[in-house]
């Protein structure tokens, strides 16, 4: 059973940075994807960022290219988001996910990520 656990989150003016953290338990981090999400209320859950934690190969949302970073620490089993230049559209609820499925190639559908933590809010302020 994975559990992942966020950290991290706040309340920022925009321009400002935060880096978010998550730390997976019972969970083989040398070969699944992992994920960041968000969702904004009345929003449907988007990706915003994943990465390969075997080739450490991320991807981005298109609206977050360029600002934030996705990394992966396996020997902590941690996957972090630095997030640059934080815009108020940037206000959500920020979900780590993971997808345990061997060999999968890494996605941005919800439904290929079978582990999900409880949430950090990130709130941005013009």
């Known amino acids: 059973q994975v559990q992942l656990v966020e950290s991290g989150g706040g309340s920022v003016q925009a321009g400002g940075s935060l880096r978010l953290s998550c730390v997976a338990s019972?969970?083989?981090?040398?070969?699944?994807?992992m994920g960041w999400f968000r969702q904004a209320p009345g929003e449907e859950r988007e990706a915003v960022a994943y990465i390969n934690t075997g080739t450490s190969n991320p991807s981005y949302a298109d609206s977050v290219k360029g600002r934030f970073t996705i990394s992966r620490d396996n020997a902590k089993n941690t996957v972090n988001l630095q997030m640059n230049n934080l815009k108020p559209e940037d206000t959500a609820m920020y979900y780590c996910?993971?997808?345990?499925?061997?060999?999968?190639?890494?996605?941005?559908?919800?439904?290929?990520?079978?582990?999900w933590g409880q949430g950090t809010q990130v709130t941005v302020s013009s």
């Open positions: 019972g969970y083989s981090f040398s070969w699944n994807c």
């Open positions: 996910a993971a997808d345990s499925r061997f060999g999968a190639p890494c996605t941005a559908r919800t439904t290929d990520y079978n582990s």
